[in-house]
């Protein structure tokens, strides 16, 4: 999203008007946006585009359509998680880790769904955005517990990473050393 900003927009900005457009036209009851922690006071492009992205699904709504926000950390296993990029450093013997003190939130792939589809089936009535219970971690704790025999790279934040994600404005961090963990 960093590198490319137009395309982030494109997908997660406009992609979610034209959704809103298309539910209004064809009548459709209930639309559900998955969202992200990185909407949570972003600093990023993608943060910022999922953000805007909540804010039309929550304007969208009206007498005949619900328009409603989740917001998931990191689902363990999928696509792009750091739990795919860390099993694929692991072959090269270095795990490369953003901070040592990065936390972040996760989700379990069946708890996300089970969520998702809950929030499909009960959202009427329900706040705008609502999040799963959700656990964190830290990153370099992580990284170990998947490859405890490899050596750690630092390689310090990137453009628009977070040392801390937040969901309903209480961070990963402040879960990790506290052990609250979030319910809608």
């Not at 005949?64 to 739990?83: A, P």
């Not at 792939?109 to 589809?117: D, G, N, R």
Request: net charge negative; glycine share 8%.
């Amino acid at each position: 999203a960093e590198k490319n900003p137009e395309e982030c927009i494109k997908t997660n900005v406009l992609g979610s008007q034209n959704v809103i457009d298309a539910c209004l036209s064809q009548g459709v009851e209930r639309t559900l946006l998955i969202s992200t922690d990185k909407a949570v006071n972003p600093e990023g492009v993608y943060g910022k585009s999922k953000y805007d992205a909540e804010q039309l699904f929550i304007n969208a709504n009206s007498v005949d359509s619900q328009f409603k926000v989740i917001r998931l950390g990191n689902i363990v296993g999928s696509r792009g998680s750091v739990w795919e990029a860390f099993s694929k450093q692991k072959e090269t013997g270095i795990l490369k880790v953003t901070h040592p003190e990065a936390t972040r939130f996760y989700i379990e792939q069946e708890e996300a769904a089970s969520f998702v589809i809950s929030r499909l089936i009960l959202a009427e009535g329900e706040r705008a955005i609502g999040s799963p219970v959700m656990k964190s971690i830290r990153i370099l704790d992580l990284a170990k517990s998947i490859a405890p025999q490899c050596q750690i790279e630092i390689t310090g934040l990137r453009k628009g990473d977070k040392l801390h994600e937040e969901l309903d404005g209480v961070s990963s961090e402040e879960c990790l050393d506290k052990g609250v963990f979030l319910a809608v």
